[in-house]
Nanobody
Framework: QVQLVESGGGLVQAGGSLRLSCVAS????????MGWYRQAPGKERELVAV???????NYADAVKGRSTISRDNAKNTVSLQMNSLKPEDTAVYYC?????????WGQGIQVTVSS
């Protein structure tokens, strides 16, 4: 079992920045990738960014160039720095960890960008 706890969400004005953080606990040795997904009202959950244990990264086109994912494998943490935020970035953001072929999720954290 892997437990994920997110922090850092909140309300920000358009053009502002936020940093989301997530710490994993439990059976963390199996984690191969950690990342962030988001789900806006009425929409499906979508990938924001993911970073694997070998440092490969993948970003959604919608956030590419505005966001940076970082990961500390020793501390089992993953962070997402988001800049130049837009109202369309408003969503619940979920931390994700891939352990073998099982996805673990955090409870989600609200990010609201006001125009």
């Amino acid at each position: 079992q892997v437990q994920l706890v997110e922090s850092g969400g909140g309300l920000v004005q358009a053009g502002g920045s936020l940093r989301l953080s997530c710490v994993a606990s439990g059976v963390t040795a199996c984690i191969s990738a950690m990342g962030w997904y988001r789900q806006a009202p009425g929409k499906e959950r979508e990938l924001v960014a993911v970073k694997t244990s070998d440092d490969s990264t993948n970003y959604a086109d919608a956030v590419k160039g505005r966001s940076t994912i970082s990961r500390d494998n020793a501390k089992n943490t993953v962070s997402l720095q988001m800049n130049s935020l837009k109202p369309e970035d408003t969503a619940v953001y979920y931390c994700n960890a891939l352990c073998y072929r099982y996805n673990y999720w955090g409870q989600g954290i609200q990010v609201t960008v006001s125009s």
